[in-house]
């Protein structure tokens, strides 16, 4: 099994920037669909981000669209999700994601999850 941690979350201004990263272990990514999802209170948990083994077209939901960047380097096992402009309304815990083949929305129980970074942007 692979094994996810979420680091970077934090507390910042409307306006301002931060980079999570997932450091995953116990086996290799190269060969898993990565994702981000985020989860605010009293909503359902929202893919916002998610990148192909190759790195190649990755998707990124409407609200965060121009704003957020999905990356990964498969030699250091990890993915990263830089988010720029940030609003109040991206304020979630936010969870990595990894599925053998690709993300898919909704969940089907076949992935890999973090344990979450919480991220507050405040007005």
């Known amino acids: 099994q692979v094994q996810l941690v979420e680091s970077g979350g934090g507390l910042v201004q409307a306006g301002g920037s931060l980079r999570l990263s997932c450091a995953a272990s116990?086996?290799?990514?190269?060969?898993?669909?990565m994702g981000w999802f985020r989860q605010a209170p009293g909503k359902e948990r929202e893919c916002v981000a998610a990148i192909s083994w190759s790195g190649k077209s990755p998707y990124y939901a409407d609200p965060v669209k121009g704003r957020f960047t999905i990356s990964r380097d498969n030699a250091k096992n990890t993915v990263y999700l830089q988010m720029n402009s940030l609003k109040p309304e991206d304020t979630a815990v936010y969870y990595c994601?990894?599925?053998?083949?690709?993300?898919?929305?909704?969940?089907?129980?076949?992935?890999?999850w973090g344990q979450g970074t919480q991220v507050t942007v405040s007005s």
């Open positions: 994601a990894a599925r053998p083949g690709r993300i898919v929305t909704p969940p089907t129980g076949n992935e890999f």
């Open positions: 116990g086996q290799t990514i190269g060969f898993y669909g």
